[in-house]
């Protein structure tokens, strides 16, 4: 085991996502390891046997394979703009309970066999949530940004990108102003950079307070 921690991440993934935004605003250095999901590389799954990312192997050997509690861990370790400070533990529960089934069963309802219709009209109650929340300040919990719209946004963006132009159309503009902004921040721009699937023997890609390794392609889509 090396000095740094090992993170086991998919770039898609939302819950990856605020793993890697809060790894990144930490500045906590650490190596990126893109997984393939239908080819899992045997060390992610010995390190963490339930198969799923983010999973964050610390050097004394300990893995932490929850997204919240690695986001917790990094800011833990380093939190120079205050992201423990803005964080709402019920609303992101909310955000991860009934907003993700909503959303899986909206995107995949050939998968979950589901109404997508009324999959989407309950997952826009709860951004409806949001928007009121927006209404007294930029970000969820404050002016500026924190853990809770890290935690959230990765999920509102996948809800956003099912049907583009019905979700432009929604009376939400507080909600598509704040999830715009954060799209188009270059910390979004440095962990959504592109790698290929890790392998044996691959020179390690290390991040560090720039959160942007420097070898990937930093497309957003």
Same mark, same amino acid.
């Given at each position: 085991?090396?000095t740094d921690p090992i993170l086991y991440s ?23 390891? =893109?997984?393939?999901?239908? !080819?899992?590389? +045997?060390? $992610?799954?010995? %390190?963490?046997?339930?198969?799923? /990312?983010?999973?964050l192997v610390l050097p004394v050997g300990a ?79 404050? =002016?500026?940004?924190?853990? !809770?719209?890290? +935690?959230? $946004?990765?999920? %509102?963006?996948?809800?956003?990108? /099912? ?59």
């Amino acid at each position: 085991m090396g000095t740094d921690p090992i993170l086991y991440s998919f770039r898609r993934c939302p819950y990856a996502m605020r793993a890697r935004l809060a790894l990144a605003v930490s500045g906590v250095r650490h190596e990126r390891r =893109e997984v393939k999901l239908p !080819a899992k590389p +045997a060390e $992610m799954l010995e %390190a963490s046997p339930k198969g799923t /990312v983010p999973v964050l192997v610390l050097p004394v050997g300990a893995v932490i394979d929850e997204s919240l509690d690695i986001m917790v861990w990094a800011l833990g370790h380093s939190d120079p703009d205050g992201w423990l400070d803005r964080h709402d533990p019920a609303l992101v529960a909310a955000n991860d309970g009934g907003f993700k089934h909503d959303l899986d069963r909206y995107k995949y309802p050939e998968r979950h066999d589901s109404d997508a219709a009324a999959h989407r009209a309950s997952g826009l109650e709860f951004l409806a949530t949001l928007e009121a929340r927006l209404a007294t300040s930029a970000n969820l919990c404050d =002016e500026s940004e924190g853990l !809770a719209d890290a +935690a959230i $946004m990765p999920f %509102a963006r996948q809800f956003s990108a /099912v049907e583009p132009e019905w979700f432009a159309a929604q009376p939400l503009p507080r909600v598509q102003a704040w999830l715009g902004r954060h799209l188009a921040s270059p910390r979004f721009a440095a962990i959504m950079e592109r790698l290929p699937p890790w392998q044996p023997g691959d020179a390690p890609v290390m991040v560090g307070e720039s959160g942007w390794s420097g070898k990937g392609n930093r497309e957003t889509a």
